[in-house]
């Protein structure tokens, strides 16, 4: 675009999702990826949140893959380490500007280093601050965001949190068929892809709370017909 940055063709995006556990979406995910031309792909970028579900999938179906921490994500991580060590509002936005501006040159240590100095000497207090920059330390080679744009590499995964909340959410409401509550995961995920160029995946997993639905309903309704099966796709009986 005119700043630079990598376009999507929307032409190139497929969603999937189901009501399942991690392992069997890991093989939904392997076997789409093969359809859309894995193989033949020059390079893998898993794109995700940084959780461990999602590093341990992409470890497993893309031992090669360049992986990256959604920049959103990794915002609100920062934003979330300014709260905890910050409690007036006009510290806390100050140094959320500050750190937002290294997160996206990628200089992680940077925003560590600061933070570390604001903490208190016994290690058993402030542990969210502490939570926090753990998570910048374990994730900071996969959070290089300006050398990433200039390879022009997608950084952020809005694509996928649109749809489910666009499309997966406001399917969820139309439906109502009973009164009890159920909490229900559903993933989905994108995959945006050249096969002279780069084959990139997003993923993410959305909570929806259902009123009207229960979990047996909803794993009927989106569940597509197929299932992994020490790990190879099968095609239901039923």
């Known amino acids: 675009d005119e700043n630079g940055r990598p376009v999507r063709d929307p032409k190139s995006t497929t969603f999937t999702g189901a009501i399942e556990d991690s392992a069997t979406f890991g093989w939904r995910i392997y076997?789409?990826?093969?359809?859309?031309?894995?193989?033949q792909a020059k390079r893998v970028i898993v794109l995700g949140d940084g959780a461990e579900w999602i590093k341990n999938l992409a470890q497993l179906h893309f031992p090669?893959?360049?992986?990256?921490?959604?920049?959103?994500?990794?915002?609100?991580?920062?934003?979330?380490?300014?709260?905890?060590?910050?409690?007036?509002?006009?510290?806390?936005?100050?140094?959320?500007?500050?750190?937002?501006?290294?997160?996206?040159?990628?200089?992680?240590?940077?925003?560590?280093?600061?933070?570390?100095?604001?903490?208190?000497?016994?290690l058993k207090e402030n542990k969210d601050a502490r939570r926090e920059i753990n998570y910048l330390d374990k994730n900071k080679e996969h959070m290089r965001y300006e050398q990433f744009r200039q390879q022009d590499l997608f950084i952020g995964s809005g694509v996928?949190?649109?749809?489910?909340?666009?499309?997966?959410?406001?399917?969820?409401?139309?439906?109502?068929?009973?009164?009890?509550?159920?909490?229900?995961?559903?993933?989905?995920?994108?995959?945006?892809?050249s096969?002279?160029?780069?084959?990139?995946?997003?993923?993410?997993?959305?909570?929806?709370?259902?009123?009207?639905?229960?979990r047996r309903q909803a794993r009927e309704h989106?569940?597509?017909?197929?299932?992994?099966?020490?790990?190879?796709?099968?095609?239901?009986?039923?």
């Not at 649109?162 to 229900?184: F, P």
């Not at 020490?230 to 009986?237: D, P």
Request: with cysteine; charged share 25%; aromatic share 8%.
């Open 160 to 193: 996928i949190e649109a749809t489910c909340k666009n499309l997966v959410g406001k399917r969820l409401n139309r439906i109502s068929h009973t009164r009890n509550s159920t909490l229900v995961q559903l993933t989905a995920y994108s995959v945006l892809t």
């Open 64 to 122: 090669n893959a360049l992986r990256i921490v959604d920049f959103y994500h990794a915002k609100e991580h920062v934003a979330g380490l300014c709260k905890a060590l910050f409690s007036q509002p006009k510290l806390i936005a100050e140094y959320r500007e500050r750190w937002w501006e290294w997160l996206e040159q990628g200089n992680i240590e940077a925003i560590m280093e600061d933070a570390r100095r604001y903490l208190p000497k016994d």
């Open 222 to 238: 989106f569940s597509p017909p197929f299932r992994a099966n020490r790990g190879r796709v099968v095609r239901n009986a039923g």
């Open 195 to 214: 096969t002279t160029t780069a084959t990139a995946f997003s993923t993410v997993r959305v909570r929806e709370i259902l009123t009207s639905m229960t």
């Open 31 to 39: 076997e789409e990826a093969l359809r859309r031309g894995l193989l």
